[in-house]
């Protein structure tokens, strides 16, 4: 029934036709490359695509279609999911920062000499294995940034590099998970068995994954370790390593296919109740109401630092039924669909409808999802195999998606940098220059699609 109600919704019809259209996306542009050059932190962004809302409001001809268009993007479920998993994962990593276990758990890595390239390298690995195993990029962040991240500054290594590890760890879990809903999305739209894709993707995952760890070992930053940090003590407290057990829920819930508002949730209890049992937390530290119309705590400041992140979510989702409303997705697949003749030309066009369409949607599911009957259609008719089709998809997803700036894959990144102090903040603009694994899988996709490489794989 809500598919049909969607597929009634009337089309925004704009002033001055295509140009119009494209007004509030032209001005996003401009407002991010702005912020960016600026070093601005997150709330650059919010700027941006608000300014771009209220932009694309002047031209619109049906200010009532303008507004539930609005309303339409910030009711899709992916909306809610991922501003419920922010403000959930700060309570969280609030928990395990300020216990003490990161700096119990540094102490112990610079003590082996575990320190600088090493850790950034290492760090890519586990994030590749947990990003796998639990089939979700943006869950991963939320388990892995609030250790990993401060244990490698602490370490040695440089901030943005320790970023750009875990969103290009995060980055193949995505690509190449079984159940990652990329993989599953890309499988499903072009009618492909999910074993056979997930075989086939590996032509193309493995070998930019053994380029990006090559990369994190060679070209990795390093500081002077705890320069990076203010006020923190150098002694390591045993009894907060029971912290431990806030991701070590969590995990095990992703593992079992629970919903991640849910894992993240019994990750919060188990944590409150670590730190009351082993006195790590007292109830006025958590929660506290002192009188005078006050409330304090880690848990309301873990809260309220997540403003900007959410404020922006709600301007991308805001934006994001925009665009859909307006039939720009249709118009950009069948604009690039014309040039779709060869299999090269073909697979070229499948590369660039989705490479923008995960740019501009910020989710890749969704530009799969958009994409897939178009991909279907034009790829049958220049005899691209479905195998190919949905690698070709899913990999140009987990290359434009990450690579831009306003998506949640660099924005979350970079507000859960920020809440360890100035010393740790990574400005967005800066991840995608640090995310090998995107950069490697777009040299992959170039080759591929110059040279035909996987496109007739022995195991189809």
């Not at 809302?53 to 339409?72: M, N, P, T, W």
């Not at 586990?126 to 991240?149: D, E, H, K, N, Q």
């Not at 040695?156 to 995060?170: L, T």
């Amino acid at each position: 029934m809500r598919g049909k109600m969607e597929q009634k919704a009337e089309k925004i019809k704009f002033r001055f036709g295509k140009f119009g259209k494209l007004v509030p996306l032209f001005v996003a542009a401009v407002m991010i490359l702005w912020a960016a050059f600026s070093q601005a932190n997150v709330n650059g962004y919010v700027l941006a695509f608000f300014t771009a809302l209220v932009a694309g409001a002047l031209f619109v001809k049906d200010e009532k279609a303008y507004g539930e268009a609005i309303v339409y993007g910030l009711s899709k479920p992916m909306f809610g999911v991922i501003v419920m998993a922010v403000i959930l994962a700060a309570i969280s990593g609030k928990l395990i920062s300020a216990s003490g276990a990161v700096q119990t758990i540094a102490a112990y890595v610079v003590a082996a000499g575990f320190t600088g390239k090493l850790f950034v390298a290492a760090t890519f690995l586990i994030t590749c294995l947990l990003a796998f195993a639990t089939g979700t990029s943006v869950g991963t962040y939320f388990v892995v940034i609030p250790i990993l991240f401060p244990v490698g500054v602490m370490a040695g290594a440089a901030p943005e590099f320790m970023i750009g590890a875990i969103v290009s760890g995060a980055a193949f879990g995505d690509n190449l998970g079984p159940i990652s809903d990329t993989t599953i999305a890309s499988s499903a739209t072009q009618h492909a068995d999910l074993g056979t894709v997930v075989k086939t993707r590996m032509r193309y995952s493995l070998p930019a994954a053994a380029g990006a760890l090559v990369m994190f070992l060679l070209f990795s930053g390093t500081t002077d370790g705890g320069a990076a940090i203010e006020g923190t003590s150098g002694n390591a407290n045993p009894a907060s390593l029971v912290m431990l057990a806030v991701p070590a829920v969590i995990i095990i819930l992703c593992l079992m296919r629970k919903h991640l508002i849910t894992a993240l949730s019994w990750g919060i209890l188990a944590g409150i109740a670590a730190g009351l049992l082993f006195g790590i937390y007292t109830v006025d530290g958590l929660i506290s109401f002192p009188g005078g119309f006050a409330v304090s705590g880690a848990v309301i400041e873990a809260i309220t630092g997540t403003a900007g992140t959410v404020a922006m979510l709600i301007a991308v989702f805001a934006l994001l039924g925009v665009v859909e409303r307006s039939g720009l997705f249709e118009d950009m697949g069948m604009f690039l669909a014309r040039f779709a003749k060869s299999e090269r030309s073909t697979e070229t066009a499948i590369v660039l409808s989705a490479g923008v369409l995960s740019m501009v949607t910020g989710v890749i599911s969704v530009a799969i999802v958009a994409l897939g009957d178009l991909v279907n259609e034009i790829g049958e008719n220049a005899g691209v195999n479905r195998y190919r089709r949905a690698n070709l998809l899913d990999c140009t997803g987990c290359v434009f998606c990450f690579l831009a700036p306003w998506t949640v894959h660099c924005v979350i990144p970079a507000q859960q940098s920020a809440q360890f102090g100035e010393g740790f903040a990574v400005d967005p603009a800066s991840i995608p220059f640090v995310n090998f694994y995107s950069v490697c899988m777009l040299v992959m996709l170039v080759t591929a699609v110059i040279t035909g490489y996987g496109r007739k794989d022995k195991l189809l």
